[in-house]
């Protein structure tokens, strides 16, 4: 009679590398914008002068936006008294916002300013 020997090795499976990380796709609809006013100086009847800052609010986790993207947001300011301005911000690192003030010139100082987001478009 042949014996045979029994061994169980416990066996390992390969380390199965992590997988790609997919993040989502930023739309216009990923954010939520309002308008910041940082100056105002008014000349009666002849309107206002205004700086105002973009505060872009995501509208999900952080963690869902490429970290090592960067995303050229634009936006559409309204109430200029010489009709709307576009101007660009650029988001990085998934919270770091760039951008430059903007200064627009109301007609009254009745005049509602208002903004949109127009458009994303990731760069690398």
């Excluded at 998934?94 to 005049?111: G, Q």
């Amino acid at each position: 009679m042949v014996t045979k020997s029994a061994s169980e090795e416990a066996v390992t499976p390969a380390a199965e590398p992590d997988p790609t990380p997919t993040y989502t796709e930023l739309t216009a609809d990923s954010f939520t914008v309002k308008l910041r006013t940082t100056e105002r100086q008014c000349f009666g009847s002849a309107g206002c002068n205004v700086t105002v800052e973009p505060k872009l609010t995501f509208l999900g986790d952080t963690e869902e936006i490429d970290p090592d993207a960067t995303y050229e947001i634009t936006y559409e300011i309204h109430g200029d008294e010489s009709g709307p301005v576009i101007e660009t911000a650029e988001l990085t690192d998934r919270t770091s916002l760039n951008y430059t003030p903007s200064l627009i010139s109301t007609s009254s100082s009745r005049t509602k300013v208002s903004v949109e987001i127009a458009d994303i478009t990731q760069g690398g």
